[in-house]
């Protein structure tokens, strides 16, 4: 399937690194403007750069989701000018994550910490952007959950309840939008090879034993889910949760 996004323009939170790189670099791939998004102004360049390279478009927004309203709605009117005016895919793929703990050790600012970015700057964000791809004509809107919002897992309270949440945004957000022409999907990603994992595969190894398929899932793979739910061959699929993990949460 070749799937073409030339004329649209995304924008990718977190994605500096990790999944959301890969997004950002499929995205760009595609023919997508995308702008490139997340805390460390270097490493963002440093996918800027990849994707030119490549023979795609990009641009660097440097924004702290977790700083509240202020700091989301000038990354919403900063993104759309980096793109010329507009964006037409929102991918809210940034995620806070948390270190595995019994719910009664997660410290209180700990919870409002995960809430500010994995929650509430998705929802402020498809807030602001939402309406204005109705206003252009329609969008797509895709959600980074986690299969942590889909099954139970021991001392991982926090980060799944911030994914169920963003998981049940979707179904929010897809009744609401979806007469406008904005379609709000999820990918929910299970174990995913990244830098930041490279190292503790014997924390992994537990999780990794319960995939059918018995592999971690790779960052492009993630990433091809989202382009196909960015695209015109998803186009009336609304509210969706698409796993990609191996068949993790099926078991």
Request: hydrophobic letters at 50%; zero cysteines.
């Given at each position: 399937?070749?799937?073409?996004?030339d004329?649209?323009?995304?924008?990718?939170?977190?994605?500096?690194?990790g999944?959301?790189?890969?997004i950002?670099?499929?995205l760009?791939a595609s023919?997508?403007?995308?702008?490139?998004?997340?805390?460390?102004?270097?490493?963002?360049?440093?996918?800027?750069?990849?994707?030119?390279?490549d023979?795609g478009?990009?641009?660097l927004?440097?924004?702290?989701l977790?700083?509240?309203?202020?700091?989301?709605?000038?990354?919403?009117?900063?993104?759309?000018?980096?793109?010329?005016?507009h964006?037409?895919i929102?991918?809210?793929?940034?995620?806070?994550?948390?270190?595995?703990?019994?719910?009664?050790?997660?410290?209180?600012?700990?919870i409002?910490a995960?809430l500010?970015?994995?929650?509430?700057?998705p929802?402020?964000?498809?807030?602001?952007?939402?309406?204005?791809m109705?206003?252009?004509?329609?969008?797509?809107?895709?959600?980074?959950?986690?299969?942590?919002?889909?099954?139970?897992?021991?001392?991982?309270?926090?980060?799944?309840?911030?994914?169920?949440?963003?998981?049940?945004?979707?179904?929010?957000?897809?009744?609401?939008?979806?007469?406008?022409?904005?379609?709000?999907?999820?990918?929910?990603?299970?174990?995913?090879?990244?830098?930041?994992?490279?190292?503790?595969?014997?924390l992994?190894?537990?999780?990794l034993?319960r995939?059918?398929?018995?592999?971690?899932?790779?960052?492009?793979?993630?990433?091809?889910a989202?382009?196909?739910?960015?695209?015109?061959h998803?186009?009336h699929?609304?509210?969706?949760t698409?796993?990609v993990?191996?068949?993790?949460?099926?078991?």
């Amino acid at each position: 399937m070749d799937i073409r996004l030339d004329g649209r323009a995304a924008l990718v939170t977190g994605s500096s690194s990790g999944i959301g790189a890969a997004i950002a670099k499929g995205l760009a791939a595609s023919g997508a403007f995308v702008v490139v998004t997340g805390r460390d102004a270097q490493r963002g360049q440093g996918v800027v750069d990849a994707i030119t390279k490549d023979g795609g478009s990009a641009a660097l927004v440097v924004a702290d989701l977790g700083a509240g309203e202020p700091a989301i709605s000038a990354l919403a009117d900063e993104a759309a000018h980096a793109a010329g005016g507009h964006i037409d895919i929102l991918v809210n793929n940034a995620g806070r994550l948390t270190v595995p703990a019994p719910t009664a050790d997660v410290p209180a600012e700990s919870i409002m910490a995960s809430l500010a970015v994995n929650v509430a700057a998705p929802f402020l964000l498809t807030g602001t952007l939402a309406p204005r791809m109705a206003a252009h004509g329609g969008g797509a809107i895709v959600n980074v959950g986690s299969i942590n919002g889909l099954v139970g897992m021991p001392q991982s309270a926090l980060y799944s309840m911030t994914k169920a949440a963003l998981h049940s945004l979707t179904k929010s957000w897809a009744a609401e939008y979806a007469a406008s022409g904005v379609r709000v999907n999820t990918v929910a990603p299970g174990p995913t090879r990244v830098e930041w994992n490279e190292g503790i595969g014997d924390l992994l190894a537990p999780v990794l034993a319960r995939v059918p398929s018995h592999r971690m899932s790779e960052a492009h793979e993630i990433a091809d889910a989202v382009v196909f739910l960015s695209s015109e061959h998803a186009s009336h699929i609304h509210g969706a949760t698409l796993a990609v993990d191996g068949g993790f949460s099926a078991t």
